[in-house]
């Protein structure tokens, strides 16, 4: 059943998405942003954010999230919470099917994003929520004065071990390789936090506890010794997956489930446009995703108007 009709469907309410939808408001095209979560997508975690232009002191990732927000629907951006679930093509109609319902877009952005990898270990499922963490800007406080361990070596991990410092009693960083990816500014703060210390070329095996998190389970991944580590929580920060299961056998994408555009955001089918940390070869910033969305509505609008 096709519920509504629009000029432009956004699959997502991120910094692309939202910007996207800033735009094609303004032209004065229908516009509908589908969301499945929190509206401002990852950028929400962010506690500052210190590059976004135009904020010389920061501004946090909520606030932003906020904004932007407000800043499209003035323009006449509705936006509704649902999930995309697929994409039919009908002649020149883009149907778009979610769980509430299908709507209907001459063009659609697509700005869905990306979503933390899983560890993929014993105990991770059963656990998350009960010590098991996916967002140390959220959770850090539930762990305050105890100790807890971070999985990962790049710029959010160590962020992010960063902020659980303000915290917890001890941060243990538990990376696969022997040095960290993060930037050197991070290294240094991370190396300079007597709360955070660093278990090198390790893998976390397993998660162990009753009700909540009690104790990891490790193995030295060059010697295979294997120890345990007694803590009330562990943040995982191992990466990001595109959030393009549904676009499956719609549109093409490369190894990882990125989607292929050229420089003007479109893809293979004409119509279909993608922006922000979904697209292959993203820088995975804040602005960059904006930016893709501002050129995803200009080139969805000349679509439309041709
Ligand atoms: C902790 C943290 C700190 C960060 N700090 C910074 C920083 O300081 N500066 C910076 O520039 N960048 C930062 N980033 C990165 C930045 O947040 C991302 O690059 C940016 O949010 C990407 O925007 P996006 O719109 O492409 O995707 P996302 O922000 O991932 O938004 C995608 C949205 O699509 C929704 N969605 C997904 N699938 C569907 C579906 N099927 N149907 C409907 N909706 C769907 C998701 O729920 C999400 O809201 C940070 C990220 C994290 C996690």
Known sequence: MVSEEYD??????????????????????????????????????????????????GISGMELSQLMHQQATKYGLKTIIAEVTGIELQDEQKVIKTTKGNFTAKAVIIASGSERQKL????????????????????????????????????AAITEALHLAKFASRVT????????????ILQEKAF????????????????EGKDVVERLKLRQVITGAKSALDVAG??????????????????????LGHIITNENMETEIPGIFAAGDVRHNS????????????????????FISR
Request: with cysteine.
């Open 8 to 57: 432009v469907i956004i699959v997502g309410g991120g910094p692309a998405g939202l910007t996207a939808g800033l735009y094609t408001s303004r032209a004065r095209l229908s516009s509908l942003l589908l969301e499945k979560g929190v509206m401002g997508g990852q950028i929400v975690e962010a506690e500052l954010v210190e590059n976004y232009p135009g904020f010389a002191e």
């Open 120 to 155: 993929g270990v014993p105990g991770e499922k059963e656990l998350t929520g009960k010590g098991v963490s996916y967002c140390a800007t959220c959770d850090a406080p539930f762990f305050t004065d105890q100790p807890i361990a971070i999985v990962g070596g790049g710029d």
């Open 173 to 184: 960083v538990i990376h696969r390789r022997d040095q960290l990816r993060a930037t050197r």
């Open 192 to 207: 300079s936090e007597p709360k955070i210390e660093f278990l090198w070329s390790t893998v976390v095996d397993e998660i």
């Open 234 to 255: 562990i943040f995982v920060s191992i990466g990001l997956k595109p959030n393009t299961d549904y676009l499956k056998g719609v549109l093409p994408l490369d190894d």
């Open 283 to 302: 820088a995975r910033q804040a602005i960059c995703a904006a930016g893709d969305g501002a050129t995803a509505a200009h080139y969805a609008q000349k």
